[in-house]
């Protein structure tokens, strides 16, 4: 190594080379099956034939895709027109996630900022006190916050007893309490990135701001949001994607009112009487609109580090 440094090559080698596929082995493996494996078996899946008793018929068709697209009449003879139906299923599963999201925004943002700016030695507990919560099950987390928020649950009771509302609130089987559900069980995904990004900021550059007469919202905007703004935009994708494809709070917060395309997927699996290549082909669906997504903020980070640079 010396010798190459001397010489004017490069100072670093790779002492694991020959070595290299076998240390690499045990993380294919773990990608593979628990990964790209599900992933293709669900693509195949979705273009198989249902079978009447739950299953599938390995005869390969778009009858799955046909039937998310199009509307063929009541007995499947007629002409396709668009199915708005499960178009408004997606619809209502992004603007969900994405006012979870926002929510999880507003609320994780002061947070991290609050933890990252305690003394280094109490940090850790404040973190600790943060995930404590979700050490639980995410059901039994969920079906708490249904007895927490129902009609003669403890939240209506106390509004009533300190005399702010005179009858109960309905907030089970809203959109506000799928909205509360999701923002509940994904707000750590929010604070955690954000939280190390702002641990890693450079506060005189805020202090340097300050001298020379900026405002604390100037500051802000123009200082420290744009240097953490890579612990915000994964903050944002650690909420958003779950939040996307979650059935647990539309099922239990939300009611049939509310059915979100998680709660549509899972349905399709379940008993006798569902449709395994409807629900593959849905899932497909899904994954190509998340991967969309990842790619418009992985393609604006990409400007925007080049813009910097």
Known sequence: MAAGAASGGSATTDTYKEARTWLLMPAWVVLLFLSLAPVAMMLIYSFLTKEFRGGVIWEFSFAAYDQFFCDRGLFGDEGCTFEWTYMTIFWRSIWQAGAATLLSLAIGFPTAYFIATRPENVRPLWVF????????????????????????????????????????????????????????????????????????????????????????????????????????????????????GSFLAPDLLGGAKNFMIGSLIEEQFKGNAGNWPFGAAASMILLSLVLVILLIFARQQAKAEKAEG
């Open 129 to 244: 006190l943060i995930t404590i919560p979700y050490w639980v099950n995410l059901l039994i987390r969920t079906v708490s916050m249904k007895f927490l928020l129902r009609d003669k649950g403890p939240l209506n009771d106390f509004l009533m007893s300190i005399g702010l509302i005179d009858s109960p609130l309905h907030i089970i089987n809203t959109n506000f309490a799928v909205q509360l559900g999701l923002f509940y069980s994904y707000l750590p995904f929010m604070v955690l990135p954000i939280y190390a990004a702002v641990e890693r900021y450079n506060f005189s550059l805020s202090e340097a701001a300050a001298d020379l007469y900026a405002s604390k919202f100037t500051t802000l905007w123009r200082i420290l949001l744009p240097a953490v703004k890579p612990g915000v935009i994964a903050g944002c994708i650690l909420v958003f994607v779950p939040s996307l």
